[in-house]
């Protein structure tokens, strides 16, 4: 989840969507104009007749991955959960959350997040463990955790 203080310094435009026009209309400039950058998409028409079009169009899409392509009031995009390089605590479990709410062993987030909790407790998390938890594999963690602990009994 994005707090109130990050949430400030996105811009209200979709890095998904900004994406989407760059790659299928990026020639044109289409995706300035939805950022409102409205000068700038005129300038990219007019490089479009001169074929600098596609370059330029190529050049946004890698800034717009990259995390670096401004709005018209010069703040980032808000980026996508699948563009940022990792989830908070509170994505990777709704990522996983049908999965856990599946498993005969766990009734609900609620019931995973004390097993877990527990299970560092007595056990602790191996470090294959804490890095599949960091990836948002949820499931990985969960099947590594459950050998170790069938392992020790």
Not at 20 to 23: D, N, T
Not at 72 to 77: A, M, P, R, S
């Given at each position: 989840m994005?707090?109130?203080?990050?949430n400030?310094?996105?811009?209200?435009k979709?890095?998904?969507?900004?994406a989407?026009?760059?790659?299928t209309?990026?020639?044109?400039?289409v995706?300035?104009?939805?950022v409102g950058?409205?000068?700038?998409?005129?300038?990219?028409?007019?490089?479009?007749f001169?074929i600098?079009?596609?370059?330029l169009?190529?050049?946004?899409?890698y800034?717009?991955?990259?995390?670096?392509f401004?709005d018209?009031?010069?703040?980032?995009?808000k980026p996508?959960?699948?563009l940022t390089k990792g989830?908070?605590y509170?994505?990777?479990?709704?990522a996983?959350?049908e999965w856990?709410?599946?498993?005969p062993?766990?009734?609900?987030?609620?019931?995973f997040e004390?097993?877990?909790?527990?299970?560092?407790?007595?056990?602790?998390l191996?470090?294959?463990?804490k890095?599949l938890?960091?990836?948002g594999d949820?499931?990985?963690a969960?099947?590594e955790?459950?050998?170790?602990?069938?392992?020790?009994?």
């Open positions: 994005i707090s109130e203080k990050e400030n310094d996105f811009s209200d979709g890095t998904f969507l900004c989407f026009l760059a790659l209309l990026g020639p044109l400039g995706h300035k104009f939805y950058r409205i000068k700038s998409g005129f300038l990219h028409i007019l490089a479009s001169f600098i079009g596609i370059p169009a190529m050049f946004d899409l800034q717009i991955f990259k995390g670096n401004i018209v009031n010069g703040k980032k995009l996508g959960s699948n989830m908070t509170e994505e990777r479990v709704e996983n959350k856990v709410d599946s498993t062993v766990m009734k609900s987030i609620k019931e004390k097993w877990i909790k527990e299970f560092d407790e007595k056990y602790g191996s470090s294959k463990e890095e938890l960091k990836k949820v499931k990985g969960f099947e955790a459950q050998k170790r602990m069938d392992e020790s009994q």
